[in-house]
């Protein structure tokens, strides 16, 4: 059954479905994380270099003998202090965001922390129940050794009996 008739439509237009998916706020925070990424790079510095050395160029020689920002470069100036107003916020805003990240990244590990160490301490009282516990217990190395001597008794009564002396009564 493809679609109910007793529910209403959803609208599935791509702007309906691209607002459930990413919210604004999201996707402005990610193009300023990548726009304060990008002017943190020698490229964008290189970029924004031949860029004034082109403006100035073109401004002293003149296209045509005109210029369109005479000598003191006052569009040039707006146009520095238009990017520096626009790029102030936007690296706060990606600083923010870290911030947040870098927040919960640590109240994750002082959760995966605290865990170790109740888990830790836990082991340590079981290792110190079981401890308690084998003082009436034989150890391993106790078992081995009977186990050895036993065996060597065997081997002794083996080879006894190869030579037809029949059993001992050591026991």
């Known amino acids: ?3 109910r008739l007793d529910t209403p439509r959803v609208r599935r237009g ?7 998916e990413h ?4 996707t402005f925070g990610k193009f300023s994380e990548s726009f304060a990424t990008f002017m943190g790079t020698p490229k964008f510095i290189m970029y924004m270099t031949a860029f004034v050395i082109i403006w100035i160029a073109v401004n002293l020689i003149g296209i ?3 210029s369109f920002d005479p000598y003191p470069f006052i569009l040039l100036n707006l146009a520095f202090s238009t990017q ?3 790029a102030a916020p936007l690296i ?10 870098d927040r919960v990244l640590a109240e994750n590990d002082r959760q ?7 888990d830790t301490e836990f082991l340590t009282r079981e290792i110190a129940s079981l401890r308690l516990a084998m003082q009436d217990v034989a150890t391993r190395d106790f078992v081995r050794s009977e186990l050895r001597d036993l065996l060597s008794d065997l081997v002794e009564e083996i080879k ?3 030579r037809g002396e029949g059993p001992s009564e050591s026991h």
């Open 14 to 20: 791509f702007f309906a479905r691209y607002r459930s």
């Open 84 to 86: 520096a107003s626009y």
């Open 1 to 3: 059954m493809a679609e």
């Open 64 to 66: 045509y003998g005109y």
């Open 112 to 118: 995966r922390a605290e865990r170790n160490l109740a």
């Open 92 to 101: 706060l805003l990606a600083q923010n965001r870290q911030e947040q990240r």
């Open 23 to 26: 919210s604004f706020d999201e």
């Open 160 to 162: 006894a009996d190869e």
